[in-house]
């Protein structure tokens, strides 16, 4: 921490307090406010602006306080106006460290204040220190040890923060200490600090932080994602309009009814149109799969959503139209539709005759059970790994459990699901109700 005093002349301080009044042109303050507790608004008592500069991407530097998260503040940073810009340069020239974001605050009197806190740091460059200048009367600046720091030094400290200096706050201070701007009894007038900030987090236009920690650090980042982004919706509609237009009318919203309800064939610009509502609906569960609601029967009397399990069935797709048609799984044995007889799967056991779920996605999704395709998306030509699995309801107490079968011994299969339980087998056809078609495409 450092206090710099007589920062400009009294005539420049004078004068820089003036410019930067209210009153006068160059700042448009604006009011904000803090939710309190019943999310009622708080009026801050104080007003603010916000100047930054824009980086070589022609973005903003943002800066993730409190008061941004509250909707109503539509906080908005402009370009330097001269007096903060000059007063930028002088505390640049003096300490030899840059800044790029300011917040301009105005208390016009004495019970104006601002509260106990600690400036979040998760934007700010690391050993960088927050600059504030003031400008108007003298204000007492509280800092108070936070309870669980464990920093030597005293627990309470009061600065006076005269008009015309500098305060340097490092970051091991604002670490382990809050601080606040605390009310005056006495009548005193009007006060301006400038805050200045160095910040590494930059606001696109379109509303994506990138930066230090965040997803995209940076503008590149961005624009590589939401590339990746719509390669992989254009492979994933194609598959699913030229490769899985069977399984339109299984699906459960009321949109496929809609255009399903006896007309089974669909133009694959219609099919394309209507996956895409679903892709844009984000509608991602388990990781890295998208999920398909699928039709299930409305005339069952057991409590499917809250007593029923959730199960995974790795399978082909094939298969999961053969299950889809019949409207239940099936066992070998069984005839198909088209007569022929379903047979035991190569490398299972003869004579065990089961349906094999799992409560892992990660057991269901091994290529033994969920087949990997590849898929060449025609508008991109790029090939695609693609895979199915069924999310499954299954009735507790119909099925029984047992340890992995693909040999892969005490090598944990799933983070969650012990090996050794990780296997669901039953031969009850109706136990088992496919409620969501998973589907994952994978670059190769
Ligand atoms: O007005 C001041 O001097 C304190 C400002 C402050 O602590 C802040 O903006 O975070
Ligand atoms: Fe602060």
Known sequence: M??????????????????????TDEIQYGQYY????????IRLPRLMAFQASTNSCGDQPWYRCKIALVPQNNIVYTSWTPTVQKLKRVIE??????????????????QESMGLHSDCMLDLA??????????????QMDLVKKQESTLDGPSQLQINL?????????EETNRHYVHGIKKEKSQIGERISIVFRHVLTYKTQNGKLYGNGLTYSTKQDIIQGETRRKMYKFAFTFFLALCLNWMFPFFSTNMFKLISGGIYWLSISLVIELVQQIIDADYVVPRGWAGFGLGVDPFRSDDLWSTLIVVYHGTTALAAQSILTHRQFLLPGDHLLDGTEL???????????HIYTSPSIRYASLHVYSQVNSFKSPKIKKLYKVQIVLQCKQMPGTFKTQKETVGWGDKRICNTIPNEVIEHFTNRRSSVIPYRLLIRLENT
């Open 34 to 41: 803090a939710i309190g507790d019943n999310q009622s608004l």
């Open 2 to 23: 450092q206090l710099i005093e007589n920062l400009l002349s009294v005539n420049e301080a004078a004068s820089a307090l003036n410019c930067l009044r209210p009153e």
């Open 162 to 170: 005269p008009g015309n200096s500098l305060f340097l706050l490092d």
């Open 126 to 139: 690391s050993g960088s220190k927050i600059a504030v200048v003031s400008l108007g009367v003298n204000r």
């Open 93 to 110: 020239e003096m300490s030899g460290e840059t800044w790029n974001l300011a917040h301009i605050i105005y208390y016009k009197d004495g």
């Open 343 to 353: 047979a035991i799967r190569a490398g299972h056991i003869p004579g065990k005759v």
